[in-house]
Nanobody, 122 residues
Framework: QVQLVETGGGLVQAGGSLRLSCAASGRTFSYYAMGWFRQAPGKEREFVAGITRSGGGTYYADSVKGRFTISRDNAQNTVYLQMNSLKLEDTAVYYC???????????????WGQGTQVTVSS
């Protein structure tokens, strides 16, 4: 079992930045690839970014490539999502997830956090 808790969401103006954190507890954090997903109202939950167990590989949705950066600190059992140049369409609830091996699909992840709201205003 892995427990995941996201923090760092909030209200930000378009063009601004936020940094999300996801703290893990339970089984060995470094065993899992980690992902960030988001779900906007009325839409399906979608992949945003993923990172391999070691942190050596990172993957992004085209919509966030060049603006978002995923990273992890295995010593701190934490994964981060740095979000820059935020757009209105980035507004969503953001979820972190743990799975093995790395995946871009929801089905590839076994454990999920409760989500944190990110709202981008004009």
């Amino acid at each position: 079992q892995v427990q995941l808790v996201e923090t760092g969401g909030g209200l930000v103006q378009a063009g601004g930045s936020l940094r999300l954190s996801c703290a893990a507890s339970g089984r060995t954090f470094s065993y899992y690839a980690m992902g960030w997903f988001r779900q906007a109202p009325g839409k399906e939950r979608e992949f945003v970014a993923g990172i391999t167990r070691s942190g050596g590989g990172t993957y992004y949705a085209d919509s966030v490539k060049g603006r978002f950066t995923i990273s992890r600190d295995n010593a701190q059992n934490t994964v981060y999502l740095q979000m820059n140049s935020l757009k209105l369409e980035d507004t969503a609830v953001y979820y972190c997830a743990a799975g093995n091996p790395y995946s871009r699909t929801r089905a590839g992840y076994d454990y999920w956090g409760q989500g944190t709201q990110v709202t981008v205003s004009s």
